[in-house]
């Protein structure tokens, strides 16, 4: 291993496509209609899983007999455990699904067991230092709880880039490769919490990975000449908000006028989403949401200017002084083609607070951390440009809004995205976007190579400095995440190491998400289940005190475990096996009766929002297809898995 470590210290991740997640040594599995898997000790619905280690042999009995070696990293469902012909070596029978397809049969000792479906997913590390992965777990806990952990990791990850590994077994990739768009996994075995003499707790994770199996061509300066990247506006177009639009689209223009005789007006473009409000409580308003103007690589890039030159604000007053910013993101994120660019942003432009899940007004049902996900999933960052006006000071709109926004505009170690602009005036809103505007095409030119003289203004404030610093953080990540599409990392055997959760110079930022893969079907599970708990919640709102009973009698009635139901203390006893032993905290699965009837009329319907807005989560997830893989090469679609961020579990 030291050998290799010198040569590439990096950590390979096992990537899947449809075909080859389902490319099995036998090409047609016996079907056993009768057989299921084994259940994992004390479940009732959950299977066994394995993962294959490199140079497994499968055979069609339980012994070495006409075997045949496979890839490793492969999952599968066990269904029979026995010993071979002589007694002596443990084999497995395995399978691709849970409806009985049997691809044949594996030595135990060349698999992992995978009690839970927990994966890792790495943050992008712009910004922060790489994930060290350690030998042992005494080395990885002797690590986290040193006071000077931080700077005992910047020398090993010194040490082990000059060729002296020492406890580091592998490091993680130096470019960044987007779980949901390029799927990898990197199972999680074990996750327990450290608590440290000072600072935050930390997650110790055992992992293990395995050699990537993709030939990909290795990144170049030469290949960045072809990153893109795409800014949409996402603009709210109510009553007063004419001087604001003018401002971006004169913003729009001269950006354009910068780069339109350059090298770089193929490498950006630009669109612009517009919101208002519900037509239902005001058909005046022409619209809820309407895109005005895609980014196009195949127009030329003023071709843009005619297509926002006809946007204007709306000649009639909304039902509230919020807005429906989230539909407007939400279009954004739907409707354009975020594929063609690998610089993807979105500035929302607003004078007003967003309308949350539970604003009995608002169009999508999402809230402000659902429609987050949604963006963060696709690799788009939002920055929220908000006018602090006398109108919105005048009803305490602002620091609600502001709230929301700063929780909208999370990126990475980027910090938030958000830019308040001081008393509201067209003439402060054109400082801001065209700092921020110059900012992000400075750095697609430096990304490229393609420098424009004079973009930079001489002067700058505060305001504008911060919004560089932290433009080049989301920068860099983007172009870590394009340079991790090219890059091809491998080692030659399977890891088993230990790591953290966190970055160790930093532990705020967060260095590897949990996620747990649900397939379709535990999701779809999953949301009938929150349906169940929301349509009980809301029938029972004037008895509360009977929402236990009726809730046990709807699951029952959807012919759930009734046993498990009549035993059930709390609402996650209701709720699927896969959502128990997780390293997380519930918004809902600890509460029980007694804890429903305390809380009131006002926290339990603050529940049931919270229900209501991750059943549209959900429900968005299931609608995209392409976000699914099929991890053991099931033809059933059901069996396809997505990898659930812990945030995104109710």
Do not use: C
Not at 9 to 38: G, H, K, R
Not at 100 to 123: C, S
Not at 455 to 483: C, G
Request: glycine share 6%; proline share 6%.
């Amino acid at each position: 291993m030291r050998k290799i470590l010198n040569k590439s210290l990096i950590l390979s991740l096992l990537y899947f496509s449809a075909i080859e997640s389902s490319s099995v040594i036998f090409a047609d599995p016996a079907v056993s209609p009768s057989s299921t898997p084994l259940l994992m000790e004390g479940k009732h619905n959950l299977y066994q899983k394995i993962i294959t280690r490199p140079g497994v042999v499968l055979s069609d009995s339980p012994s070495n007999q006409n075997a045949k070696p496979i890839e490793g990293f492969k999952v599968f469902y066990v269904y029979k455990r026995q010993k071979d012909t002589q007694g002596n070596e443990d084999w497995l029978q395995v399978g691709s699904d849970t409806q009985g397809h049997i691809v044949g049969w594996v030595p135990a000792d060349k698999v992992i067991n995978w009690a839970h479906t927990m994966v890792g997913a790495f943050t992008n590390p712009a910004g922060r230092e790489r994930s060290l992965f350690m030998k042992n777990e005494q080395d990885e806990k002797q690590i986290l709880l040193d006071q000077s952990g931080g700077d005992k990791a910047k020398e090993l990850a010194k040490n082990a880039l000059a060729g002296n590994p020492g406890p580091v077994i592998a490091m993680e990739p130096e470019t960044y490769v987007d779980i949901t768009h390029n799927f990898y996994l990197l199972p999680i075995l074990d996750a327990q919490q450290i608590n440290r003499p000072s600072g935050p707790p930390l997650r110790l994770l055992h992992v293990v990975s395995a050699p990537s199996q993709k030939n990909k061509p290795d990144s170049s300066p030469a290949n960045l000449r072809n990153f893109k990247a795409s800014l949409v506006f996402v603009m709210d177009t109510t009553v007063s908000m004419e001087p604001y639009i003018e401002q971006t689209q004169a913003a729009v223009k001269s950006l354009i006028n910068s780069i339109k005789n350059t090298a770089v007006k193929d490498n950006f473009r630009f669109g612009l989403v517009a919101f208002r409000d519900s037509l239902k409580d005001n058909p005046s308003l022409e619209y809820e949401t309407k895109v005005f103007a895609r980014p196009d690589f195949k127009q030329p890039v003023d071709s843009v200017n005619n297509a926002i030159a006809s946007v204007h604000d709306a000649k009639v007053s909304s039902k509230s002084f919020d807005e429906d910013a989230i539909a407007g993101i939400k279009t954004a994120l739907d409707e354009i083609d975020w594929n063609q660019s690998a610089g993807k942003y979105i500035i929302l432009v607003t004078d007003a607070g967003a309308r949350e899940a539970n604003d009995p007004h608002s169009i999508t049902k999402l809230g402000i951390e659902e429609i987050k996900q949604l963006a963060e999933s696709k690799g788009v960052a939002v920055f929220v440009v908000h006018l602090l006006t006398p109108a919105g000071q005048k009803i305490n709109n602002h620091t609600r809004a502001a709230s929301q926004y700063r929780k909208l505009s999370q990126f990475g170690t980027a910090g938030s995205l958000y830019f308040p602009v001081r008393g509201g005036t067209p003439e402060a809103f054109s400082e801001v976007i065209q700092t921020l505007t110059m900012a992000l095409l400075q750095q697609v030119a430096d990304t490229t190579g393609r420098p424009i003289a004079g973009l930079n203004p001489s002067k700058k404030n505060a305001q504008s400095k911060k919004a560089e610093d932290q433009i080049k953080v989301v920068s860099q990540a983007m172009r870590l995440a394009y340079m991790g599409k090219e890059e091809n990392t491998s080692v030659p055997d399977v890891i088993s190491s230990y790591t953290t959760d966190r970055d160790l110079t930093n532990p705020v930022k967060k260095a590897i998400e949990v996620r747990v893969l649900l397939t379709k079907n535990q999701l779809s599970d999953l949301a009938q289940s929150l349906q169940i708990i929301l349509k009980t919640g809301l029938a029972g709102r004037t008895e509360p005190q009977t929402f236990f009973t009726q809730l046990r009698s709807a699951f029952a009635t959807a012919a759930r475990d009734p046993q498990k139901i009549s035993q059930s203390k709390n609402i996650g006893g209701l709720l699927g096996e896969y959502l128990q032993g997780l390293p997380y905290r519930s918004d809902i699965m600890n509460i029980s009766e007694q804890d429903w009837l305390a809380m009131g009329a006002i926290a339990q319907r603050t529940v049931l929002n919270n229900v209501e807005s991750r059943l549209r989560l959900y429900q968005e997830y299931e609608s995209h297809p392409d976000l699914w893989v099929q991890l053991t090469g099931s033809k059933d679609p059901g069996e396809a898995v997505y990898p659930v961020p812990l945030e995104a579990l109710p």
